[in-house]
């Protein structure tokens, strides 16, 4: 009963912590989740609940993205309207094309990090982001960052 009552307490702080501003282990916790639940119900279920705006992958400024190595929007919290689009030659505000990026990590080391310049969900400016990715099964990753 105890660990059950110590896990409780550590989803609300960590759901609190979420809508303050996100650290390093939180995003990467964040992601692993998501990648246990795509092992769990499959690919099809997860990005389901990955686009689902009252779901658990959509916490104040994180949210879980996924693309396929074509860079094809498979979920995005933050945007469902982009989900099905290619954003393979997509760039930051600094010209990074960020979906090539993201895939080559994705590829070569199967999970990773990666610096980049992006609109705030809430904010509606452009700030510095930090995103971490991992590969799940097929050929596709999913991911999430914070503003830095």
Known sequence: MLSRLSKLCAVLVLGVSFSYGATVAEVQTFV???VKLCKEKGNEACLKEFNNKDGAFIKG???MFAYNFEG??????SNPKLVGKNLYKLKD???LMLIQELIKIAKTDGEGWLDYKWS????????DKR???KRIDGDM????G???
């Open 61 to 63: 400024e994180l949210y």
């Open 141 to 144: 990753f999913i991911g999430t």
């Open 120 to 127: 705030h969900p809430i904010k509606k400016k452009i700030a």
């Open 93 to 95: 505000a600094s010209g």
């Open 32 to 34: 692993e989740d998501g």
């Open 146 to 148: 914070f503003y830095k």
């Open 72 to 77: 094809v929007n498979q979920a995005l919290g």
């Open 131 to 133: 995103s971490y990715i």
